[in-house]
C-alpha cells in the first residue's frame, strides 16, 4: 500500500495496476485470500486489513478503471463493514476518500452503505468515524440526490441509536455506581453496628462486679 502512493513509480505500469484491483476485489468478496501462517499469531483479519489498505491506494488510480470496475471497489468496502474484525474503521475511511473520488460509484451504493453502518454504530471503536462519515457525506448534496424519505429516515435512525446508545451507557455507569456506593454503605452499617454490640458488651462485662459473681 505504501508503495502504490508513489504514483509516478507506476506510471507505466496500467495493465498491472487493473489487474491488481481485480485480484483484491475478487479475493474480498470470496474471503478467499490466505490464513496467515499459525506461528506468525496473526489472523485473517489482519491480512483483511493489508488488503483493504492496498485497495485505498488503488482509489488514487480511478482514472484507469472502467465505472464498473469503480463500482466495485466501493461494494467491496462495505463488504468490510462488519465482516473481519478491525476492518470496518479502515473502510469507513476508505469509503470517506470514495466521497471525493468515487463521487458516482459511493452515491449509488450509498443506501447500502447507511444501512449496513446502522449495523455496527453501537460499536464503541466505529461509531464516532461513523458519524464523522456521515457528516462528510451531508456536505455532498449530489450523493444523496435521489434519497428518497426512508433513506433519510435511515440516516436519522443511525444517529438515534448511537445517541440511546451513549445514554444507556450513562444509565448503566450511573446505576453501577450507585450499586457499589449502596454496598460500600451497607459494609460500613454493617461495620458500625459490629463496633457498637462488641462496645455495649465490653461495658456490660466491665460492670459485673466480683461480688455480683
Same mark, same amino acid.
Given at each position: ?38 506461528? =506468525? $499469531? ?10 483493504? +489498505?492496498? *485497495?485505498?491506494?488503488?482509489? @488514487?488510480? %480511478? ?23 478491525? =476492518? $470496518? ?10 466521497? +471525493?473520488? *468515487?463521487?458516482?460509484?459511493? @452515491?449509488? %451504493? ?100 466480683p461480688s455480683d459473681d
Amino acid at each position: 500500500g505504501a508503495q502504490l502512493a508513489n504514483q509516478n513509480l507506476f506510471r507505466g505500469a496500467a495493465p498491472q495496476i487493473k489487474f491488481l484491483r481485480s485480484v483484491i476485489c475478487d479475493q474480498i468478496r470470496a474471503s478467499s485470500f490466505f490464513e496467515p501462517p499459525s506461528h =506468525t $499469531s496473526l489472523k485473517k483479519a489482519d491480512v483483511a486489513v493489508c488488503m483493504f +489498505h492496498v *485497495l485505498t491506494m488503488l482509489v @488514487g488510480y %480511478s482514472e484507469l478503471f472502467a465505472r464498473g470496475e469503480q463500482d466495485e471497489i466501493v461494494r467491496s468496502f462495505i463488504l468490510g463493514l462488519g465482516s473481519w474484525d478491525r =476492518t $470496518s474503521k479502515w473502510c469507513i475511511h476508505a469509503l470517506s476518500v470514495c466521497c +471525493h473520488e *468515487l463521487p458516482e460509484s459511493l @452515491g449509488k %451504493s450509498l443506501s447500502s452503505i447507511v444501512q449496513k453502518m446502522s449495523q455496527i454504530i453501537t460499536q464503541p471503536q466505529v461509531a464516532i468515524h461513523i458519524l464523522e462519515f456521515l457528516a462528510a457525506a451531508a456536505r455532498m448534496p449530489e450523493l444523496y440526490k435521489n434519497f428518497r424519505e426512508d433513506e433519510y429516515k435511515m440516516v436519522f435512525g443511525v444517529s438515534f441509536r448511537y445517541l440511546q446508545y451513549v445514554r444507556d451507557q450513562r444509565d448503566k455507569a450511573m446505576s453501577q455506581a450507585a450499586a457499589r456506593t449502596a454496598r460500600a454503605t451497607m459494609r460500613h452499617s454493617d461495620s458500625f453496628r459490629e463496633l457498637r454490640a462488641a462496645s455495649e458488651q465490653d461495658i456490660g462485662l466491665k460492670g459485673i462486679s466480683p461480688s455480683d459473681d
